[in-house]
């Protein structure tokens, strides 16, 4: 069953998501990603654990 997620859940999520963004790019040398991109990256693994769910 899925659900909409709560605006807590998602900043939370988003934060996590940023932390792990943060890491790889220092390991990286890339530049950080912009919060847009994170939602996206964030409402991808949201609708793949929904279909994995079906």
């Known amino acids: 069953m899925s659900r ?3 605006d807590f ?3 939370k999520m ?3 998501l940023s932390e792990e963004v ?3 790019n220092v390991d990286n040398n ?3 990603l ?3 991109i994170l939602e996206s990256i964030y409402d991808y693994f ?3 654990d929904v279909n994995n769910k079906k």
């Open 46 to 48: 949201i609708a793949t």
């Open 4 to 6: 909409e997620l709560s």
């Open 30 to 32: 890339f530049g950080s």
């Open 9 to 11: 859940e998602r900043s």
């Open 22 to 24: 943060e890491a790889y």
């Open 34 to 36: 912009p919060t847009p």
């Open 14 to 16: 988003i934060k996590y």
